[in-house]
């Protein structure tokens, strides 16, 4: 059974750092991880993620501000965030693909995290 936990969200001033951390089990290498993020009232988007591989990806609206770093020896998937601005207020919540590539569609996503609060006060 894959379970995926979270851990890392906060209530922060903008121009705060935080760091998200994602422990994975159950499942087997190699497959694509991701972060996306849902704000009240918006649809869950793609934040930035690692392919199997090791390739990362990253949404353009946290380029230059967010990390997707990954420890393959332990299931863990970290997303890095500094330079925080009120707009990056919602539930962050990390995602497992049945697949080494990467993909940005909430759909082609199996199994989640049960999402981590991150607010961002101006």
């Known amino acids: 059974q894959v379970q995926l936990v979270e851990s890392g969200g906060g209530l922060v001033q903008a121009g705060d750092s935080l760091r998200l951390s994602c422990a994975a089990s159950?499942?087997?290498?190699?497959?694509?991880m991701g972060w996306f993020r849902q704000a009240p009232g918006k649809e869950r988007e793609f934040v930035s993620g690692i392919s199997g591989v090791g390739t990362k990806y990253y949404a353009d609206f946290v380029k230059g501000r967010f990390t997707c770093s990954r420890n393959s020896a332990k299931n863990t998937i970290y997303l890095q965030m500094n330079s925080l601005k009120p707009e990056d207020t919602a539930v962050y919540y990390c995602?497992?693909?049945?697949?080494?590539?990467?993909?940005?569609?909430?759909?082609?996503?199996?199994?989640w995290g049960q999402g981590t609060q991150v607010t961002v006060s101006s």
């Open positions: 995602a497992v693909r049945n697949d080494a590539t990467m993909a940005t569609r909430s759909y082609e996503f199996s199994y």
């Open positions: 159950g499942i087997f290498n190699p497959y694509a």
